[in-house]
């Protein structure tokens, strides 16, 4: 949006560039002309270091995918790309997607960052590659990552050997996980490759982490609470996405000790 750029080029009184931008601004970028001069100061301004400038020049030349290099390579910050690319070309837009395919994905993998991984996979629709990145090992998301193109996934995850983790617990995915599990028959399909062995570590080592963290209650709230998923509703999912609907939640009425435990609401002055 040129002219909304301008007005706030206009605003900018104490820049001392305002003058040049905005005589710069007021030429039309649809000619090839002023598209060809904009990528110029662009691959200059690289040569400066001046990042942010020269990912703006390129957009004002067309050349998303150079700006966006610009975002990823120079100034780290791949959440500036995303956002370039959403607002230029759509949540659909080819260049969006491969940089979650080539830069978002493998930054999540090499960090050990699951929730970004979940994340990735989720917004590239896969969604039941997002529910098996929570818990599966960063091996087996490289091999996910690798095979984004086909549209099912037969890898199964299976071996506890292979959960010991090479990232600190975090207590918080176990929430991620239960949400993400029930959302649709994709994440359940994702749920149902994911061996029960593996779960049961995972959920173990969540109860853990909590009881580090001085969450005693959350800890025993999740022991006596958690769910696992018979193998007889994993293979009729959408008895359970029926059976979810259904479900009614009422204004709690006083409570004993017990279920204040299990509902998380707790009046420790009647302790």
Known sequence: KRKLLSGLWKTANHHKEQSIMLKFLAN????????????KNAYALLGKQRFEYAAAFFLLGDRLKDAVNVC??????FQLAVAICR??????????????EEYIIPLAI?????WLASLAFWFLGQRDRAVKAIMAPLETLRTLSNNSSSTQSSTSIS???SLIPTESPDA??????????????QTLRGASEISPETEYFFVLRSIFAYDRMGCPLLALHLV??????PESMIKNPRHILKSRRRTTVFDIPILNNDSRISSGFINFDNW
């Open 87 to 100: 607002v230029y070309e759509g949540d659909d837009g080819i260049i969006l997607k491969s940089v979650f």
């Open 28 to 39: 039309d970028f649809n000619e090839p002309r002023w598209k060809t001069c904009a990528l």
């Open 72 to 77: 990823l390579k120079h100034l780290n910050d």
């Open 110 to 114: 090499s960090t050990g960052d699951r």
């Open 224 to 229: 006596r609470t958690w769910k696992f998923t």
């Open 172 to 185: 918080a995915l176990i929430v991620l996980y239960k949400q993400l599990k029930e959302k649709s028959i």
């Open 159 to 161: 071996s506890p050997s």
